[in-house]
């Protein structure tokens, strides 16, 4: 088998002649990559699939922008690099859609969850775990993944989705608290109906 | 069960992230679908324009060099067929399908009045005349080839050949005359007619033997053939030599009837000058991305004819271009970089003056086909686009006309070929397909506009010293 580094490198050398068979190999390559980020960010299936294409057409754009000279791990740069795309696309979805992000209404989303007091995560699959992240509020999620799976800072994410800093620090820890019940209450459920 | 802290949140939200199996199924249709349009394949477009333009510049090439060779090698032979025609099929009467070779030179010879070429043609006539020897005949035939051969393509050649027949029969009493008393014909005709019997009994010979009776200057010079009547005995004991020397001022003729002709064209191609109107539909691309409406040009054009064939043009043509192209092929100088330009459509307005030389080709007919080639300026009036981008994602659209005047000195290819056809004594029609590359960047995105079209001028030409 080839060197993921060297297959990507093929690839994007004939994407950045606009050639339709790498671009479609490089489609199939990473679909599955994109897919993983778009789902967190969305709620519904067909929106976080058209964000994943629309993500492709960008990366496929810009694609001569990409500085493959940086490091000797080319899969990894690469996959860094698109990473930043799809997330972008992501929120630039959300400013879309969500008009509420630029004002009070994103500091005081809040879900009517009952509080529990203690959960038991261990016995969730890593599905249901991204699918109690995906019933959280648009905000809360992005600010959720932006900070907790993204690893971006707060200032970084105030920067991003142009709110303030404090906005990004209690967005998260409303929507920390907002996945613990939800978590509670799948658990609840879990044991309830299991033998 | 036990409280879930932030740490433990945080870390096992992580591993899913990283672990779970996101549903969906690739559509990469849509995705070329949108690639379709936002990244259009230049090269196969561009090559497929420009497959396209060399297809057409070729064949316009072609078709003007096969116009050019075949009128300059048949005119002349036509002109003269056309002049010599109605005089011998008047003076005789016609037999048709009698075709005589060997006087058909003979017949040419008709059209140039040199006395020496009269007196020889008629030595020969009157000796062909009283000896229709076989050998002769075969002198004949190979002495005419050549210039046979020039005119045996045209169809004309029965044409040319028909009247020499005709003449025999007002060449008859002449023979009779020049026989009478003249012993040296009848002694002639013997051998000669024995030749012909033994040598070559064929219908084909003999009837080219009889149609050597017919040559037609001797009619009209029976005075000056005379002399050659006396000298009778060595003409046709030397029929061979007799009809070469008959057949080679009569193969000369052509000749001179093609340098009549060069002297009477080198006179009528002489230095003129023209003015005309023009106008046309122009058609405008950047490298053949995208298609656009169609633009407009009309003007006044003038040029200086130093001859028949070389020519210069220049002129005043208003333009109108639309075109559409990708953003990437847009280069403001004041470019933002949180803007993304996506697709940039519009158009501009333009004097545009050509400086053109141009060749025109040769021609049998009326119809002649021409090429030119040059530089051409540009003086901008005005420009319109329609930005389409995204800021931050979001997309918008946004129009902005510039009327600053900028000027463009020679920096268009300009490219034509097209065809002329006389509609009156000074007035000429032109269909002129043509083509024109930039050679600098056009307007306010110093754009790469490239321009076809096809432009009709009507133009009044006249001639110095007419």
Redesign the interface.
């Known amino acids: 088998m080839s060197d993921p580094g060297v297959q990507i490198l093929t690839l994007v050398e004939g994407c950045c002649k606009?050639d339709?068979n790498n671009?479609?190999e490089l489609?199939?390559l990473l679909?599955?990559y994109a897919?993983?980020i778009?789902?967190?960010y969305t709620s519904h299936?067909h929106e976080?699939?058209e964000l994943?294409?629309e993500s492709?057409?960008k990366l496929?754009?810009n694609i001569k922008l990409f500085d493959a000279s940086r490091q000797t791990n080319v899969d990894a740069l690469f996959k860094a690099w698109f990473k930043r795309i799809v997330i972008?696309?992501c929120i630039?979805h959300l400013?879309?859609n969500h008009s509420m992000l630029n004002g009070h209404s994103l500091t005081n989303d809040s879900e009517n969850i009952a509080d529990a007091?203690?959960?038991?995560?261990d016995r969730l699959?890593?599905?249901e775990?991204?699918e109690a992240?995906r019933q959280l509020s648009p905000v809360y999620k992005t600010v959720?993944?932006l900070f907790?799976?993204e690893g971006m800072t707060h200032e970084e994410i105030a920067s991003q989705l142009d709110i303030s800093v404090g906005a990004s620090k209690s967005n998260l820890s409303k929507a920390?608290n907002n996945?613990?019940k939800i978590?509670l209450h799948q658990?609840q459920y879990k044991a309830y109906v299991s033998p | 069960m036990y409280p879930l802290d932030e740490n433990d949140l945080d870390r096992l939200s992580a591993e899913a992230a990283e672990h779970y199996h996101a549903p969906g199924t690739p559509s990469w249709e849509a995705v070329e679908q949108v690639l379709d349009i936002e990244l259009p394949q230049k090269k196969d477009k561009r090559r497929r324009g420009l497959f396209f333009f060399l297809i057409f510049a070729g064949l316009f090439i072609s078709g003007a060099a096969w116009w050019n060779f075949h009128g300059t090698t048949t005119a002349p032979v036509t002109n003269t067929v056309a002049k010599n025609i109605p005089k011998d099929a008047n003076a005789s009467n016609a037999t048709p399908g009698n075709h005589n070779l060997a006087t058909a030179p003979v017949n040419a010879s008709n059209s140039t009045t040199n006395n020496t070429t009269i007196k020889t043609t008629n030595k020969t006539s009157a000796t062909a005349l009283s000896q229709p020897s076989a050998n002769s005949l075969i002198a004949a035939k190979q002495s005419t080839t050549p210039a046979i051969k020039r005119s045996a393509k045209t169809t004309s050649y029965h044409n040319l050949l028909t009247p020499s027949f005709t003449s025999a029969a007002g060449a008859e009493p002449l023979a009779g005359k020049g026989n009478t008393g003249k012993p040296s014909a009848k002694k002639a005709g013997q051998p000669v007619a024995a030749d012909a019997a033994t040598v070559n009994g064929s219908t084909d010979v003999t009837g080219t033997s009889n149609d050597q009776k017919t040559v037609p200057p001797v009619t009209a010079t029976t005075s000056v053939v005379a002399p050659a009547q006396d000298k009778g005995t060595p003409a046709a004991t030397d029929s061979a030599a007799t009809a070469k020397k008959a057949i080679t001022p009569a193969a000369t003729t052509p000749e001179t009837t093609k340098a009549a002709d060069k002297k009477k064209k080198s006179t009528a191609g002489g230095k003129a000058f023209d003015i005309g109107v023009t106008g046309g539909v122009d058609m405008s691309t950047v490298r053949f991305n995208y298609g656009a409406n169609v633009g407009y040009n009309i003007g006044i054009l003038g040029g200086y004819h130093f001859n028949k064939n070389w020519s210069v043009h220049t002129g005043a043509v208003y333009t109108k271009k639309d075109y559409k192209l990708e953003g990437d092929d847009y280069h403001s100088t004041i470019a933002n970089n949180s803007y993304n330009l996506e697709t940039v459509d519009g158009y501009c307005r333009m004097w545009e003056v050509p400086v053109l030389g141009r060749y025109t080709f040769n021609s049998r007919t009326n119809t002649r086909v021409f090429l030119s080639g040059g530089l051409s300026s540009y003086f901008m009036e005005q420009e319109h686009y329609n930005y389409s981008y995204k800021y931050n994602g979001t997309p918008g659209v946004r129009s902005w006309t510039n009327n600053s005047s900028s000027n463009y000195w020679f920096s268009i290819l300009d490219f034509s070929a097209g065809i002329e056809k006389p509609m009156g004594p000074h007035l000429i029609a032109q269909v002129e397909p043509y083509a024109r590359l930039p050679l600098a960047g056009l307007g306010f995105g110093k754009i790469q506009l490239s321009s076809f079209g096809v432009n009709v001028t009507l133009q009044y030409r006249k001639k110095f010293g007419k």
Do not use: P, W
Request: aromatic share 14%; glycine share 6%.
């Open positions: 606009n339709r671009q479609r489609y199939h679909f599955g897919m993983k778009c789902y967190r299936q976080a699939e994943t294409n492709f057409v496929f754009k972008n696309t630039d400013r879309r007091g203690e959960t038991g995560i699959s890593y599905e775990i991204v992240i959720f993944n907790v799976i920390r996945l613990r978590i658990t």
